[in-house]
């Protein structure tokens, strides 16, 4: 599938449309493959490389994030050293490009986070309302589908979701 490895180091970028400029990157290891995409995880520590910020963040949990396959969102779960689940990170997006040392797409703005028990917040709706002039009109309407399509993904419980536990605090962000 994809033609990666189990344990295969890779490369996540996000790129900002349409100047095609490098928003935020960081490593991570291929975890699980699957037909509608790969799981991948960052370690307790990794680093977050937010390039727009001009910062790096040594992250202070582990995390897992599914790209799938010609879907317009990535996410996956944060977790605490035990394997609790602290929240989910969605990122909207154009579906991934999946190549041999890295996966990179363009971010759309919108987020969602979701606590332990699938309570979800949409995050930035702002921001894509004043970039939607800059981007290609199907866009558009596949990112308001995307938003809609996170939250059944949560409701389902589908991979990579764990099922609902106690919510905690959210997370700080960069």
Same mark, same amino acid.
């Given at each position: 599938?994809?033609? !990666?490895? /189990?344990?295969?180091?890779?490369?996540?970028?996000?790129?900002k449309y349409p100047g095609h400029t490098l928003h935020y990157w960081w490593e991570a290891e291929v975890a699980e493959l699957r037909e509608e995409g790969v799981l991948v995880h960052m370690p /307790?520590?990794?680093?977050?490389?937010?390039?727009?910020?001009?910062r790096v963040v040594e992250v202070p949990?582990?995390?897992?994030?599914?790209?799938?396959?010609?879907?317009?969102?990535?996410?996956? %779960?944060?977790?605490?050293?035990?394997?609790?689940?602290?929240? !989910? !990170?969605?990122?909207?997006?154009t579906p991934p490009r999946f190549e041999e040392e890295r996966i990179w797409q363009y971010d759309l703005e919108i987020d969602l986070r979701c606590k332990a028990d699938h309570t979800c917040q949409t995050l930035d709706l702002e921001e894509f309302?004043?970039?939607? %002039?800059?981007? %290609? %009109?199907?866009?558009?309407?596949?990112?308001r589908k995307a938003v809609e399509e996170v939250e059944a993904h949560m409701r389902r419980g589908a991979w990579p979701v764990r099922p609902p536990a106690q919510g905690g605090e959210w997370l700080e962000r960069v």
């Open positions: 599938m994809l033609g !990666y490895q /189990i344990g295969q180091s890779l490369r996540i970028e996000f790129w /307790i520590g990794f680093r977050f490389h937010h390039h727009s910020k001009g949990h582990q995390a897992y994030v599914a790209f799938f396959v010609g879907r317009w969102y990535s996410g996956g %779960p944060d977790l605490d050293a035990q394997g609790r689940v602290l929240e !989910y !990170y969605w990122n909207i997006q309302s004043a970039k939607l %002039p800059l981007y %290609p %009109p199907e866009w558009v309407e596949k990112v």
